[in-house]
């Protein structure tokens, strides 16, 4: 499994601790669609967000967000942290840690996008 549950269960934890990647999946599609992003990182948001909230998770249930992950690895401009969760759900090595930090940094991105927006928005 390399979604949460695996994680949980490889970290020797009940399975039912996945649950606590639903609140992270919520909140990373949220954040990202609720302002203008780039198309593939509401692709990756969204295809993050169903493999955090889903209790089993096959190496094949990543091939819809290894489309994402390769054009973030193409893209010079993108966080080095991006980057890693990108390569660690291409490798599938460990991609359960890949898709956490993914969604924790498209949420950052999403944050510091829409703060940097109303900061620049707002007349001083």
Do not use: H
Request: proline share 4%; net charge positive; glycine share 6%.
């Amino acid at each position: 499994d390399v979604g949460v549950y695996g994680l949980a269960r490889t970290l020797g934890l009940p399975g039912w601790t996945f649950a606590a990647g639903i609140p992270l999946g919520i909140a990373t599609s949220w954040l990202v669609f609720r302002k203008d992003a780039a198309q593939v990182d509401r692709y990756a948001a969204f295809a993050a967000s169903t493999v955090l909230m889903s209790p089993y998770t096959l190496s094949y249930d990543l091939a819809g967000l290894t489309f994402a992950c390769v054009a973030m690895l193409l893209d010079s401009k993108r966080s080095p942290l991006i980057w890693l969760a990108a390569a660690l759900i291409v490798s599938s090595v460990f991609a359960n840690v890949g898709i956490i930090l993914m969604a924790v940094m498209l949420s950052y991105e999403a944050l510091s996008n829409s703060r940097t927006a109303s900061s620049a928005a707002s007349p001083r």
